[in-house]
Nanobody, 126 residues
Framework: QVQLVESGGGLVQVGGSLRLSCVVSRGTFSFYAMAWFRQAPGKERELVAAISRSGSRTSYADSVKVRFTISRDNAKNTVNLQMNSLKPEDTAVYYC???????????????????WGQGTQVTVSS
């Protein structure tokens, strides 16, 4: 069973930066497309950013484009989310997610994810 563990959340002021990391174990990291989701109180979970298995393709929610960057390090079994110019509306629990992707479709980004981390809280104060 693939396990995902997030880290890097915390409290930051408006305009600040945070870097979230997610380490994947019990699975071959390079076989999985990866994504970051977030869920704010009273709101539905939303996709923030995703990266294909191959790393050749990324996708971002319109609300975070330019400000956030997703990256992966296959040697360290890690996916990162660099968050800059943070806003109060970025406050949420951030979840790392993984989905197995066959090699033949390695450049695609899945629409659903079967493996999830426990989440890390990000709070942006104004």
């Amino acid at each position: 069973q693939v396990q995902l563990v997030e880290s890097g959340g915390g409290l930051v002021q408006v305009g600040g930066s945070l870097r979230l990391s997610c380490v994947v174990s019990r699975g071959t990291f390079s076989f999985y497309a990866m994504a970051w989701f977030r869920q704010a109180p009273g709101k539905e979970r939303e996709l923030v950013a995703a990266i294909s298995r191959s790393g050749s393709r990324t996708s971002y929610a319109d609300s975070v484009k330019v400000r956030f960057t997703i990256s992966r390090d296959n040697a360290k079994n890690t996916v990162n989310l660099q968050m800059n110019s943070l806003k109060p509306e970025d406050t949420a629990v951030y979840y790392c997610a993984a989905e197995y992707t066959p090699l033949a479709t390695g450049s695609l980004i899945p629409s659903t994810y079967n493996y999830w981390g426990q989440g890390t809280q990000v709070t942006v104060s104004s």
